[in-house]
Structures are given as structure tokens and as C-alpha cells.
């Protein structure tokens, strides 16, 4: 392909990125595409270029919002522990970080429990562990109430 060819379809791959930083980028490279400047001379050197720019903070950005997007909601502290390792083994964050989200999305009654220990929780393995004991112990001791309701004699049915 001669250059003014790829230079063509270099022009019109880049007329596909738009909004926010990357059009600026984008705005950057046309200019040195029209000055001959641009290091660039295929297509597939152009996709290398925005994957070396772009793919990278994108993945990391898709890991990150995919932690911080696992709730436990009406589900077992067991299976979201379970969910939350599986998303935060591919993700780079420290101890801490792991720590502040895992609790940003525990249950608010059992997240409580574990801030107020009379222990302090230190590593993201302490605090899983004890949410998932102090979760079944809560559900176990619901499941115990509603039975002995259900079996508990009301005094004026009887009268």
C-alpha cells in the first residue's frame, strides 16, 4: 500500500474515536498525520498505538469498576466473599484498597458488627472470614426466631 493510501485510512479510523481524551488525542495525531510527522505508516501500527495508549488503563478501569460494583445484597456474606475474590484476584489493588471495598458493600448490620470487634481485622482474609461466620450465625439465629414463632402456641387461639 503506498503512503497516501494508509495515510487515507489512518485518517478514517481516527475519524472513529471521538469524545473526551480521546478525541483530543485524536485531534493531536491528525495534526501530525497532515505534517507527514506521525510515526505511523499502517493501520495495524495505528490499532498497536491506541492499544499501547488506551487498552491498558481501559482493562484496569474495567476491573476496578467491576469490584466496585459487587454488592451482597439479600445474598450469603459466603457467595459474595466467593465473587468478590474471583473479581479481586485479577485486580492490582493493595491490601487496603481490597479491604475498603470489600466493606463499601457488605451488608450494613453485619459490616458494623466486624468495625466494632473487639479485635481489630487487619487483612482482607480476617475480614472475610469473620463476615462470613458473624452472616451465617445471623441467618441461622433468623431461621431459629421464625420456627419458634411458627411453633409457639398464641395464648388466645387456645382460650
Known amino acids: 500500500m503506498n503512503g497516501k493510501a494508509a495515510m487515507i485510512q489512518i485518517a478514517w479510523v481516527l475519524s472513529y474515536v471521538q469524545r473526551g481524551v480521546t478525541e483530543a488525542w485524536k485531534d493531536n495525531l491528525l495534526d501530525k498525520l497532515a505534517k507527514r510527522e506521525l510515526k505511523v505508516e499502517t493501520t495495524e501500527e495505528l490499532f498497536m498505538k491506541i492499544r499501547n495508549k488506551f487498552g491498558e488503563i481501559t482493562e484496569k478501569k474495567r476491573k476496578i469498576e467491576q469490584l466496585r460494583t459487587i454488592k451482597q445484597g439479600e445474598r450469603s456474606c459466603n457467595e459474595y466473599v466467593q465473587e468478590f475474590k474471583k473479581v479481586a484476584r485479577s485486580n492490582s489493588y493493595k491490601e487496603r484498597l481490597l479491604i475498603k471495598e470489600f466493606k463499601r458493600d457488605l451488608n450494613r448490620a453485619i459490616w458494623k458488627k466486624l468495625a466494632e ?22 441467618r441461622q439465629n433468623r431461621a431459629e426466631k421464625r420456627l419458634l414463632e411458627k411453633n409457639t402456641v398464641c395464648p388466645e387461639r387456645n382460650a
Open 117 to 138: 470487634a473487639e479485635n481489630p481485622l487487619t487483612t482482607i482474609g480476617e475480614w472475610q472470614e469473620r463476615a462470613v461466620r458473624l452472616d451465617k450465625n445471623q
